[in-house]
Each structure stands twice: as C-alpha cells, then as structure tokens.
C-alpha cells in the first residue's frame, strides 16, 4: 500500500495562474479531505468528500475547487493563485468510524509569488 | 469552529510519562476523539482514537472520562524523539456535525528536554 499520495511535492506558481494538487489513495477510504498549513498554524479544512461525487466546503474554501469523480482520487483545484495561497497542503482520507483522518500526505509546499 | 481546547505548549523531561489534555465541552454523543503527532514539514500521523473509557495501543494511552467533556492523551516514557505538535479531534461528520468533525484545534507543542 502507498497511502496517500500528494503530486506534486513542491510549486511556484504566479499570482494568476491556475493548478491542480493530486491526492490519491489507495486504500478504498470513503472520505477524503484537504488542509493548508501555514507556518506556526495548525491545520485548516479547505473542503472534504464523504465518498464519490459527494464534496462539501471546509472552513477556508475560498478560492479552490475539488471534484471526487473515483474513490481514490481527490484534486485541489486554485482557480487563480494568490500570494495568500502559499502555504503546505496535506491530503488525509479515513474509512474509520467519525471519518476522521487516518492517514496524510506528505503534503504540497506550494510558493505564490 | 474547532470544539477543542488545548494547553500551547508543554514541557518534560526524557523519561518521563507525558499527559496532554483536551477540553471538548461540546461534545455529541456519537463523536469520536482522536489524537495526532506532527513533526516539522510532515503531514500528521493519526495516534489513537476513542470513545469512551480507556484505549492503549503500542504507542499511547487514551483517557476519557465518563463525562466525555474531556480526554488525556498519555505518552510512557517519552524521548526526545517526542518532540511535536499533539493535535486532539473531536466530531464524526457522518452525524451532520460536517467540517466541525475534521476541524482541528491549534495543537499542543510538547518539547521534551534530556
């Protein structure tokens, strides 16, 4: 099993561009969820799928978008990246019981500038 | 909103036993408690889970007392390879609590000392 999958590992990006962070489990998990960290943070929830074709938003969804189109997949889409996007994205997915994370990505570090 | 509160930081010594509590007043009757280790520029690693009473793994221990208002996370014989954030969860969005089950708190900074 290789877990969560995070693609890339790191990102520049300018202020404007679009792009797409990869997330791929492979451990037929219902849930999967996005986080940002920024530096001295804890976690926060951008969006989270309780299985196929079902998302829902997180408390900082603005200005990204997912789609859960397989069970094992599970983009982060940044529309139009702003320097106040920079930050680390992990990817978690559960199956358990109150479908809390279980297991995360290494994460994306990804640079607005 | 995250329905847990944590201490900051906290400080020890090699060796020792290392108890983190986590506040969750507001706890539903089928949310579950979680507790996970973030080392610097890693995603966090999920550490034990509970409901109720007590849970023991290789790891950690996990106390909840009856009430639920509240959980201890206890780490044996810490080193100095413990050294993290500790995060406590608390909700299950399967039961309408949505993003409040998988929002997490600001985390405990432990830092053990030779």
């Known amino acids: 099993n290789a877990g969560v999958t995070q693609t890339p590992k790191f990102q520049v990006l300018k202020t404007g561009q679009s792009m797409t962070l990869q997330c791929a489990q492979d451990m037929n998990h219902e849930y999967m969820s996005w986080y940002r960290q920024d530096p001295g943070m804890g976690l926060r929830l951008i969006h989270y799928s309780v299985g196929a074709g079902i998302t829902d938003q997180g408390e900082v969804p603005n200005g990204y978008n997912v789609s859960r189109s397989t069970t094992e997949d599970f983009p982060l889409r940044l529309l139009s990246a702003a320097p106040s996007q920079t930050s680390v994205y992990f990817c978690?997915?559960?199956?358990?019981?109150?479908?809390?994370?279980?297991?995360f990505g290494d994460g994306t570090r990804l640079s607005i500038l | 909103l995250a329905k847990t509160t944590q201490p900051i930081s906290m400080d020890s010594y090699e060796g020792q036993e290392v108890n983190i509590t986590c506040s969750h007043n507001?706890?539903?009757?089928?949310?579950?408690i979680t507790w996970y280790q973030q080392f610097p520029s890693q995603g966090p690693r999920f550490i034990i889970q509970g409901y109720k009473t007590k849970v023991t793994n290789e790891v950690a221990s996990l106390f909840i007392p009856a009430d639920r208002k509240s959980s201890t996370l206890s780490l044996p014989r810490v080193s100095l390879s413990d050294t993290a954030v500790y995060y406590c969860l608390v909700g299950d969005i399967r039961s309408g609590g949505g993003a409040d089950g998988l929002t997490f708190g600001k985390g405990t900074h432990l830092i053990i000392q030779p």
């Open positions: 507001n706890i539903a009757t089928n949310d579950y």
């Open positions: 978690a997915s559960s199956y358990s019981i109150g479908a809390q994370p279980q297991h």
